[in-house]
């Protein structure tokens, strides 16, 4: 009686394995499909990312090249400004040197 209670209830969970194995199947089915779209996902992502660090990069080397084009441009307007000064500074000595001379030739 045991050994025929025993087969009853293997038939019995006959339908339930495969019932199970259908579920796992289905299971892993749908995790790899879910794996498939998380990985299209990130290579979405990933594409996004260098395509904002691409950007990112030639806003910087544009300010960097409008940085030096300024600092260029101040130098040149110092050195400007320090010619006219020195030249300015020369015509005074130039003439405070001639008022000496006609002071001088005043007194003689």
Do not use: Y
Not at 30 to 37: D, I, L, P, Q
Not at 59 to 68: G, K, M
Not at 79 to 90: D, F, G, I, K, V
């Amino acid at each position: 009686a045991s050994l025929g209670a025993q087969q009853a209830a293997a038939q019995a969970a006959e339908p339930l394995r495969a019932e199970v194995a259908e579920l796992t199947t289905r299971l892993e089915a749908a995790s790899a499909a879910h794996r498939e779209e998380l990985s299209v996902q990130n290579a979405g992502f990933r594409q996004m990312l260098e395509q904002l660090r691409g950007e990112h990069a030639a806003a910087l080397d544009e300010a960097r090249e409008n940085f030096v084009k300024r600092e260029q441009a101040l130098c040149e307007s110092a050195n400007s400004a320090r010619h006219a000064l020195h030249e300015l500074t020369h015509n005074a000595e130039v003439e405070r040197a001639a008022l000496r001379e006609a002071a001088a030739a005043a007194d003689a």
